[in-house]
């Protein structure tokens, strides 16, 4: 039986990293690897690394560390191809603001969390 941290992770995920940000100030990102999560749609206050008030609306469990600015969308590679031309809906397609990782109590496995936010503007280029 896997440990409960990477327990309940049904459901697949595509994760574009943030390799950058070019010089208009918008990210760059990489290509999308396919992950198996548990993504939660949910809506709460949590305090990001620098100690501010964010609101996320979506609570992802993941067995990866996954940088801040990388963006996430809920489904297969197959389903965001399928989608209207280059991908899936951009409204869907959600940013990490906030990650959280804490061991078990005998420190023999890690929980990963992502915190993701839906964009304000438009999300990055992506393929």
Known sequence: MPPPEEAHRHQDALLWVKVGVDGYGQEIVSAPIEL???WEF???D???PDGNRVTVDAMVVTNRVI????TMWLGTLEEWQL???SGGLDDEVMQVVVYM???DVKNRSTRREVGLSKYRDTP???E
Not at 67 to 70: A, K, M, T, Y
């Open 124 to 126: 990055p280029e992506i």
């Open 36 to 38: 198996k999560v548990r």
């Open 67 to 70: 940088s801040i600015g990388s």
């Open 83 to 85: 989608g209207s031309g």
């Open 101 to 103: 990782q804490s061991p």
């Open 46 to 48: 949590i305090l990001d």
């Open 42 to 44: 949910t809506r709460r």
